[in-house]
């Protein structure tokens, strides 16, 4: 582990040096792109890139296209039909290990933190409420955590009916937040077992979680083939919207400043185009720092960019309720959450082992990875997905050509890639990423070492 961590900080030391001296960067081996994206708010700095002209900067002519879902996604850019896209930050992992798709997928740009919520239909809220604690106001107080929301799911299973949610993916920071969130209060999300040709996840399961594209979250749960859902924005803020159901949580609350998408491209296209792909993520750095830039100060603007029909397209008041500081939850009950929606702030865009690791972490604990591993197996896997060294070579060209503030970015003479240990989840376990079989044996539920379906 020190040789690892210490490997990763000469080589980020000598790219600082080795590129520092630059003036003018080498020229895009290819011009014309084509990326994908899914209809979400976190897809904003492809959007800003392109609407800003960060893209045209580094001599990039670029194509932004809407994709039907996340497989068709992920598989378009594997057969080079999109030169790379917006992604699920489990899917360049996922790939790489062959759950799903085996392809080799790597990221070198992390799109953002938080921006995910946890929304229930409004029967199933009237149900929770009872159990919920109240502030002064009579408002709930919050985090609300899946304890109160164990009796309705219990009194479900008693009837024999059973409790249906949705997530977006597999592979996705949803899946792995909805499950965290109902693990921790005593609710069992189910397992996976590809080995066996089971890859429901729904083995055990207390609460069964499928998935759902994320614009047909809302009229799904509206027709009552689910009872609640995780996703992105607008979608949670859009069932306020529509009074058909209630946000009770953000991933703020469940993982504070979680990585959520990455940019993601296959090792193939990386090879080949090294300094087009350096290219894309000095423009991506900049729409990210433009997106936080003076407290928020242009996310107006942004909001504006994103309600229109070739990006997101919902209407400017669902996207502003969260990308400008606040979060609905129960209609009427509007909280200040100013970091909802990070683009830059906290090193977001960073690629760290770690937060690829906690991602490993969740796939072994619910199956998708069915035997024990050893922590170098999650070390080697976050290296070769995980690029820090590529970003780093980005930053150092926007520090050189006077675009960006060494002080915007992290030390790379002495950074790591592993994150300090996180203590701020919801169910106050401390996860450490370099310790990823400590992290996994402090679950109560969860598959451990020694486990297998």
């Known amino acids: 582990m020190s040789w690892y961590k210490s490997a990763l900080t000469a080589t980020l030391s000598a790219l600082a040096l080795g590129v520092s001296s630059l003036s003018i960067a080498v020229e895009p081996e290819k011009e014309e792109l084509k990326f994908g994206f899914i209809k979400l708010t976190d897809m904003a700095p492809l959007a800003i890139a392109y609407e800003k002209q960060f893209f045209e900067d580094e001599g990039l002519y670029v194509t932004l296209e809407a994709q039907a879902n996340w497989k068709v996604l992920l598989d378009r850019v594997i057969t080079g039909e999109l030169d790379g896209a917006h992604m699920l930050a489990g899917q360049p992992l996922g790939a790489t290990i062959g759950f799903g798709t085996q392809a080799h997928i790597i990221t070198a740009f992390s799109m953002d933190l938080n921006g995910n919520g946890i929304t229930v239909s409004n029967s199933v809220w009237e149900e929770m409420k009872p159990h919920i604690p109240k502030q002064k106001d009579g408002k709930p107080v919050h985090p609300i955590k899946a304890d109160y929301l164990k009796p309705v799911v219990d009194k479900y299973k008693s009837e024999g009916k059973p409790f249906k949610m949705g997530m977006v993916f597999p592979v996705s920071t949803h899946n792995y937040e909805l499950r965290y969130w109902l693990a921790a209060g005593g609710i069992h999300p189910g397992y996976y077992a590809p080995a066996k040709g089971d890859i429901s996840g729904q083995i055990n399961a207390d609460a069964l979680l499928s998935v759902t594209p994320p614009p047909q979250m809302p009229a799904t749960m509206e027709a009552g083939t689910i009872y609640g859902y995780c996703v992105g924005e607008p979608w949670n803020q859009q069932a306020v919207f529509k009074g058909i159901g209630v946000p009770v949580i953000t991933d703020y609350e469940i993982w504070k400043n979680n990585p959520e998408k990455v940019f993601g491209v296959s090792k193939a296209w990386a090879d080949k185009y090294p300094q087009t792909h350096i290219a894309v993520v000095k423009a991506m750095i900049r729409a990210a720092k433009w997106l936080d830039d003076n407290n928020n100060a242009n996310r107006p603007e942004a909001v504006k960019i994103l309600s229109r029909s070739n ?143």
């Not at 969260?322 to 702030?345: A, H, I, L, Q």
């Not at 997905?385 to 520090?399: F, H, K, S, T």
């Not at 002080?407 to 169910?427: L, N, W």
């Open 311 to 453: 990006y997101v397209g919902a209407d400017y008041d669902v996207i502003a309720n969260s990308m400008t500081g606040t979060f609905e939850y129960e209609k009427g009950d509007k909280r200040e959450v100013p970091d909802f929606n990070v683009f830059f702030r906290y090193n977001a865009t960073f690629p760290y082992y770690s937060d690829a690791i906690w991602y490993l972490t969740q796939m072994r604990r619910w199956g998708q990875i069915g035997e024990h591993k050893p922590d170098s197996w999650y070390m080697d896997i976050a290296k070769k997905v995980y690029r820090p060294d590529i970003y780093a070579i980005a930053a150092q060209e926007l520090i050189a050509e006077g675009k960006m503030k060494a002080s915007e970015f992290p030390d790379f003479t002495t950074e790591t890639g592993f994150k300090p240990p996180q203590s701020e989840f919801i169910d106050g376990i401390t996860f450490d990423g370099s310790k990823p079989n400590e992290y996994l044996n402090k679950f109560k539920i969860g598959l451990k070492k020694g486990d297998s379906l």
